[in-house]
């Protein structure tokens, strides 16, 4: 794995070479192991939470551990184009606009002790602009080698806090052309469904259930790429206990190992469908 500058790392996509890297800053890391139109991001899968922002939090590590999207990387790390947050969304949302990217408040509770320093702030807003500055390059060269791009955008949830019965997973599609992509939604949907997960665990998936897609990560591609399918996905945790903070590797394991085949059958599917 190399470490790159952001201008460095965008060189590389524009010349179509293929690099596993660590931003500069080590905020995110990217891997290109073959061009092809598809591509996996886990933009909450970071916990890292700078040193200096330490004693002016309110939430301890595993309020924020709670918060984030662990093993979402690990669930993907098989494909061949993969985007990956190393820093916790309590630093800055990278699935919240600019504007909204650094809480106040989370869940409820009050994040800062003292307001944001204003080069605290600026730091970590640096950052997310950083992040978006690649996905555009990204998401720019693969619309310019194949027409059309898809792109599972990976996320888990709480599904303990949920006092109804959820599903296993979930698909966000509020902001995205039904009309046009409908049928890859339901046949994603459909293979989710199909998950074999071990520990008795049963897999059910849904449309708009838990949550409708209304993220930012999203949002900025579907609004600046019109060929490019984003498919918000969301796994409830029955990966770990969200509880206790104990992580349940073998099934972060069978899920990795599903998709392994899976996802790449649906790109392909997809690719075949729309290509133009």
Known sequence: MLKLSIEEIIQKINREETFEAVSNDYS????IDEYVPYACGAVH????????LWDNCLHTAYDRWFEEDPATKEMVKSHPILIAAMDSRFEYDLNRTPETAIYTDAWGKQLWKNPLPKKMHE?????????Y?????????????FGVCVVYDMHSYNWKRWDREVPTWNLGTSNIDNSRFGKEVESWRAILEKTPLPNGITST??????????????KYI????????????EIAKIYCDELEQIMFPEV?????????????????????????
Not at 45 to 52: A, L, N, S, V
Not at 205 to 218: E, H, R
Not at 222 to 233: E, P, R
Request: proline content about 0%.
């Open 133 to 145: 500055k690649v996905v555009h390059a990204l998401i720019a060269k693969l619309e310019e080698k």
């Open 28 to 31: 995110f890391t990217i891997k």
């Open 205 to 218: 998936s849904k449309i708009n259930d838990t949550f409708q897609g209304n993220g930012y990560f999203l």
């Open 252 to 276: 972060v394991s069978a899920v990795e190992k599903y998709l392994k085949n899976e996802l790449k059958n649906h790109a392909e599917a997809f690719y075949k469908a729309h290509k133009l």
């Open 45 to 52: 899968d970071g916990h890292q939470f700078r040193k200096e």
């Open 222 to 233: 579907t609004q600046n790429f019109k060929n490019t399918l984003v498919l918000a996905t």
């Open 123 to 131: 730091k970590s807003m640096q950052k997310h602009t950083n992040f």
